[in-house]
């Protein structure tokens, strides 16, 4: 397994809308893994697939990892989706404090359906679904949004959105004076 890079805004990938994957194969299982391992690497709750420059439909996430006593991360159940699909939104929202692998070091309050329901395909190409709600619906709709080429900033205000790319601009140039 390996640890990919990593596509941060403004990359034009994370602004496209990606493709179904037609054949779920070694290949993809490998890539899958791959992108389990970055995520648990950059302490993400997930990840989709055009955060590592595949346009792809893919995503991979864990809702339920968490940090013990002495700091050591620890895996909760990792999650696999190929071509997710919301087939159910709750009208009850719920807001959520989001961050993204791809504005690092920001967050911002986002609004989301309290509960939806997913169909996906696992990694052997069977068709699933999943219902959730809270924490793991805000997780799947923040990565399918990606494979739609929209991230959580897209759903701010203008003002709001600005102001964090402001601090996003900033952070950058702070890391690269240090550097
Ligand atoms: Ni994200």
Known sequence: MSILPLREYPDPILHQKAQSVAKI????????DDMLETMYADRGAGLAAPQVGVSKRMIVLDA????DEDGHHQKGHPMALI???IIYKSEEKILFCEGCLSLPEQRADVERHQKIKVR??????SVKEIEAED???VILQHEID?????LYIDHLSRLKREMLLKKLQKAREQKAEKA
């Not at 194969?25 to 899958?32: N, Q, Y």
């Not at 990606?146 to 929209?150: E, F, M, N, V």
């Open 25 to 32: 194969d070694d290949e993809i299982r490998l890539f899958l």
């Open 135 to 137: 924490y793991l619906a």
């Open 83 to 85: 071509n997710p699909e």
């Open 146 to 150: 990606h494979l739609d080429g929209i």
């Open 120 to 125: 996906y395909q696992d990694t052997n190409g």
């Open 64 to 67: 339920e990892q968490k940090e």
